[in-house]
C-alpha cells in the first residue's frame, strides 16, 4: 500500500507527498467554496506512467484548479521564475513540484527539466499559449509543445478550464471573491507518438482543438 502511494510522486519522500496531499485538500477545499469549482473527467488521467497535462492558461488560479481536483497523482508544473524570488513563496511552491522557466525566452534547461520529470514517470501541467490570457479567449499555442511532443513518450491529456479569467483576470492584482463558478474538464488521454505521427504542426493543431472542445464544455458547466 506504501508503495502504491509513493507512486503518486515517484522519487519524493514520504514527508513530501503528506505535505502535498494536506495543501491539495486544503486548495481544492477553498476553490470548491470561494470559486464554486466544479470538475469533469478526472477519472480520464492515468494512475501512473508519465502524463503531460496540457491545458489552456486563464490566470494563476489554473495550476491549483487543475492539480487540487486529481488527488489519484501529484501535479508537476512550470512557473516563472520571477516567482521564485521571494523565498518563502519559492520554497512552497518548489515543494509543491514547481520548476522555474524563464518567459519569452527559448529555456533549454526548462526544457531539459521537464523532459527529465516525464522520464521518470511523473505528471507534469503545461499551458502552451505560453502566459495567461488577456481577454478571456484561448490563444494560439506556442511551438514550444511541439518541441516537447517530439522528445518524449508519454500519455497527453488534454484540459479545459473555464472561469478562472473572470475571477483573477491579469489586469486584477488580486482575485475577486464569491464568483461565479468555475470549472475543469479533463479529456481523453492521446500517446505523444501518436500526435505526432503526422508532424508538429498537425499534432498542435490537434492539441489546440481538442483543448478548445473542453474549455467550451468547461465554459457549460460554469452556467
Not at 501535479?75 to 516563472?80: N, S
Not at 511541439?146 to 483573477?168: E, N, Q, T, Y
Amino acid at each position: 500500500m506504501l508503495a502504491r502511494y509513493r507512486a503518486h510522486h515517484p522519487g519524493s519522500s514520504l514527508a513530501s507527498l503528506l505535505f502535498y496531499d494536506t495543501i491539495r485538500e486544503s486548495a481544492l477545499l477553498a476553490l470548491q467554496t470561494v470559486f464554486r469549482l466544479r470538475r469533469r473527467g478526472v477519472k480520464n488521467v492515468p494512475r501512473e506512467g508519465a502524463v503531460l497535462l496540457v491545458a489552456n492558461h486563464q490566470s494563476f488560479l489554473d495550476p491549483p484548479i487543475v492539480s487540487a481536483a486529481i488527488r489519484h497523482r501529484h501535479t508537476d508544473f512550470l512557473a516563472r521564475d520571477g516567482l521564485f524570488k521571494f523565498k518563502p513563496f519559492g520554497w512552497l511552491i518548489s515543494t509543491l513540484h514547481a520548476s522555474p522557466i524563464k518567459q519569452g525566452a527559448g529555456d533549454s534547461g526548462a526544457m531539459k527539466a521537464t523532459i527529465a520529470k516525464l522520464n521518470e514517470g511523473k505528471m507534469l501541467l503545461v499551458f502552451p499559449e505560453g502566459s495567461r490570457t488577456p481577454d478571456g479567449d484561448m490563444h494560439e499555442f506556442q511551438r514550444g509543445i511541439g518541441v516537447l511532443l517530439k522528445r518524449v513518450d508519454c500519455a497527453v491529456v488534454p484540459v479545459g478550464i473555464s472561469g478562472a479569467f473572470h475571477a483573477w483576470p491579469r489586469t486584477r492584482r488580486l482575485p475577486k471573491l464569491l464568483n461565479r463558478p468555475s470549472a475543469v474538464v479533463y479529456g481523453h488521454p492521446i500517446r505523444s507518438t501518436m500526435l505526432m505521427e503526422a508532424g508538429v504542426d498537425q499534432a498542435i493543431s490537434r492539441l489546440t482543438h481538442e483543448v478548445a472542445i473542453l474549455e467550451r464544455e468547461a465554459r457549460g458547466l460554469c452556467k
